[in-house]
């Protein structure tokens, strides 16, 4: 076995308590981000992540950035669809995690923001699989203008694209970033300190702790918030 071999797999089997992948019941509003691993040989590498919403008449609906819109549509453009929010389309790695979820009021606050904030995203035409923009790109968007306050994992390449230089706050909303395409260093409270090296993320998260890698679920030692 290689020596990349073997840190895939270290990277893929070290996650203790890992959640399980589900939404919530129905009969109230929910909204969630979650993501799929891309396709073989990338399905170690790299993610494709969405945003869920769900009204009280329970209907789904989907948002998210497709590098190749089946439409014709413009690269970057981002999709509105009725998606079930656990169908890996678009990534087809058939590894779909749930990164966050909330509920009631607080998911109700999160869908009227969405659908306000999603239209004027500002990379609407433009897709780069690396650095960014990308699908990464959007969804690291939108969680940080709705305050959803949930992080995408290490192999989510583009969740830290601001530009040729930018400086934000986290997606965890504890923390503050600074990124170029070739470097960055993100530090929070929550996040702990990553360092981005051409986009991959390597570092200590603080709470859960482990270990952030751009492999396999993106870190080794307890399952993310």
């Known amino acids: 076995m290689t020596r990349a071999a073997a840190l895939l797999a270290l990277a893929a089997g070290c996650v203790v ?9 129905a009969g109230e509003p929910a909204a969630l981000v979650g ?3 891309l396709v073989h040989p990338l399905n ?4 494709h992540p969405w945003v869920a ?7 789904w609906e989907r948002w998210e ?3 190749c819109p089946d439409d014709g549509g413009e690269m970057g453009t981002v999709r509105h669809s009725s998606i079930d929010p656990l169908d890996d389309h678009g990534g087809g790695g058939g590894d779909v995690r749930v990164h966050g979820v909330w509920r009631g009021a607080e998911a109700e606050r999160i869908a009227a923001c969405v659908r306000r904030e999603a239209p004027s995203y500002p990379h609407r035409s433009s897709y780069h ?7 990464n790109t959007f969804i690291d968007w939108l969680i940080r203008r709705c305050s959803m306050h949930v992080d995408l994992p290490g ?6 694209y601001r530009g040729l230089i930018g400086v934000s706050t986290t997606g965890g909303g504890t923390g503050v970033q600074l990124e170029t395409p070739l470097a960055g260093l993100k530090i929070g409270l929550t996040e702990g300190v990553e360092v981005h090296l051409f986009g991959l993320a390597l570092g200590i998260d603080l709470w859960p702790p482990a270990l952030i890698v751009p492999l396999g679920p993106g870190r ?3 399952d993310d918030r």
């Open 129 to 135: 699989a690396w650095p960014g923009p990308n699908s």
């Open 17 to 25: 308590g890992r959640h399980q992948v589900a939404v919530p019941p």
């Open 44 to 47: 170690d590498l790299a993610r």
């Open 65 to 67: 950035v497709m590098c």
């Open 53 to 59: 919403l769900r009204d009280r008449d329970g209907r």
């Open 35 to 37: 993501s799929a691993a």
């Open 220 to 222: 080794i030692g307890f």
């Open 155 to 160: 192999p989510n390449i583009g969740k830290d």
